[in-house]
Structure formats: C-alpha cells, structure tokens
C-alpha cells in the first residue's frame, strides 16, 4: 500500500463532527474529541457513557438510523462507525462523493484519516499511528515516550 497519510494537527474547537453509530468504537472516539469539538451522533441507540454526555449536554444525539440526507449538513469530519460493514462502506462512499473527510470503521482504504494514540502535556503534543494496523501497539509506543518524557526534565 502507498503511504498516503500525512500527519497534522488540527483546531477543532467549534468544528462540526459526525458521528454515525453509537457503540463501543464511537465512544471510545467520542471521548477523545468532546470537550473540544462539537459532536453529533446519528444511531438508533448509543452506550450508556454517550448517553450521560448527551444528559450534560456535551454532545448532540439524533436517535434514528442513518440517512443519505443527513450528509448535508457541514460537517469537518465524519466517522463511520456503525456495526454494519455495509453501511459503514455506504457512508464512506457518500463522503468521498461529496468531498468529506471520511473515517470508516475497519475499512482502511475507504478511510481519509486515523485517530493516532496521542500524549500531551504543557509542552508536547505527540501523535503516534500504525496507519490503522495496530493500534495497541500504537498505545503501547505512545505510553513508553509519555514515560521517557515523564521522567526526564527535557529543556526546549
């Protein structure tokens, strides 16, 4: 496979984020974007932790089951992360279709980005990815520089 990924860094205080799905894999990136971003999440039901930050109001939900309409809005990026392949697939699609950045879950090729493991403190932002091949070896990477960055005082 061509090495087609560059990393960047975004802002996205403000930006709109689509979330299709409303299982384990949304959440666990729903958790990482939420208090910077502004989140809605399309699924018919969602995880009892998606629900609470519904309760607080931190995110939107729209319980109901994807339709193509719902791409019109003006989202920044859209995750694909439903438990049907195929509809993961459909949305993936329908975003390249209309020029949006895609993720779709277990789909690499179809997908315009990857959530890297990321550490960050007052000095050091660090994002680390296997481009979707492994991400506990990525999280395993990410906690030995968190640790080497840690415990060694680093002059800038």
Same mark, same amino acid.
């Given at each position: 496979m061509k090495n087609k990924y560059y990393p960047f860094i975004f802002d996205l205080s403000d930006?709109?984020?689509?979330? @299709? +799905? +409303? +299982?384990? @894999? $949304?959440?666990?990136?729903?958790?990482?974007? =939420?208090?910077? $971003?502004?989140?809605?999440?399309? $699924?018919?039901? @969602?995880?009892?932790?998606?629900e609470e930050l519904f309760t607080n109001k931190a995110v939107k939900i729209n319980y109901?089951?994807?339709e193509d309409n719902d791409l019109k809005e003006n989202y920044t990026l859209v995750f694909a992360c439903t438990n049907s392949v195929e509809l993961n697939r459909k949305i993936g699609l329908l975003c390249q279709k209309n020029k949006m950045l895609v993720f779709v879950a277990g789909d690499k090729e179809l997908s315009d980005f &990857?959530?890297?493991? @990321?550490?960050?403190n007052e000095k &050091?932002?660090?994002?680390?990815s296997t481009y979707g091949n492994s991400p506990?070896? $990525?999280?395993?990477?990410?906690? &030995?520089?968190? +640790?080497?960055?840690?415990? =060694?005082?680093?002059q800038l």
């Open positions: 930006k709109r984020l689509l979330f @299709v +799905g +409303g +299982g384990k @894999v $949304a959440e666990r990136k729903i958790l990482l974007l =939420y208090k910077i $971003a502004n989140i809605t999440i399309i $699924a018919p039901k @969602v995880t009892k932790i998606l109901k089951t994807f &990857y959530m890297p493991a @990321v550490f960050k &050091y932002l660090i994002a680390l506990t070896s $990525a999280k395993k990477i990410r906690d &030995y520089i968190k +640790g080497i960055l840690t415990n =060694y005082n680093f």
